[in-house]
């Protein structure tokens, strides 16, 4: 089955301690994007990957990284969570990399707590 | 500037009513996708349509139905004789071909369909 896969689905954890969510796609997908959600603002999006090795920040950056050395797989790292990043997480993926008529498949979202 | 605006924050409506979901862009390219989501309570995001910018032909899949229109830059989702399960929150969501790199998605709207 053509999934997103992230995990963990529920998260709780304190300032400061690093965590890193994964993500991972089945379906050889050039374009991965993490995106957070928060009431009132919809989805906004923290980083964004073209390809193995191609990263680029998006919108909402800050405190975050990302790696991509495989295709399948994206992750999330919060060197230092704080407590304004508790939100919901989507890990999206994208057939290619330059197609803008191509829908994201989304993820079964991560929500995180810090506390 | 990229925007898309959801102005209805939440909405209610008793079952088996009809329901009209707007949606309003801003771009200035000329060549774009809009896409619609939904986000049922189990929290993922479920693709489901997706319509560019040269075809302005209205579209129907069984009780769901989407009008859009260049001229008011309008992309409305309706749903015919409303069921609970409809009860969800949806998002409208565009990208276009001058910065394929990320999805704009609006604040989203809540559905609440009452029995």
């Known amino acids: 089955e053509a999934q997103v896969t992230q995990n963990p689905r529920y998260l709780i954890t304190v300032t400061g301690k690093k965590l890193t969510v994964t993500c991972s796609q089945n379906m050889n997908h050039e374009y991965m994007s993490w995106y957070r959600q928060d009431p009132g603002l919809g989805l906004r999006q923290i980083y964004y990957s073209m390809n193995v090795e191609v990263t680029d920040k998006g919108d909402v950056p800050e405190g975050y990284k990302v790696s991509r050395k495989e295709k399948r797989n994206f992750p999330l790292i919060l060197e230092s969570p704080s407590p304004n990043q508790t939100s919901l997480y989507f890990c999206a993926s994208s057939r290619d990399s330059r197609a803008y008529n191509t829908e994201a498949f989304f993820g079964q979202g991560t929500r995180l707590t810090v506390v | 500037a990229q925007k898309v605006t959801q102005a209805q924050t939440e909405i209610s409506v008793v079952e088996k009513e009809d329901v009209t979901l707007d949606c309003v862009y801003e771009?200035?390219?000329?060549?774009?996708?809009l896409f619609w989501y939904k986000q049922p309570p189990s929290g993922e995001l479920v693709f489901l349509i997706r319509r560019n910018s040269f075809d302005e032909q209205n579209e129907i899949s069984g009780r769901y139905s989407w009008n859009f229109q260049k001229s008011t830059s309008s992309f409305n989702f309706t749903i015919t004789a409303s069921q609970v399960v409809d009860s969800a929150v949806y998002f409208c969501a565009l990208r276009f071909r001058g910065n394929f790199n990320k999805f704009y998605f609006g604040s989203g709207t809540k559905l609440n369909v009452k029995p």
């Open positions: 771009t200035r390219d000329t060549t774009y996708y």
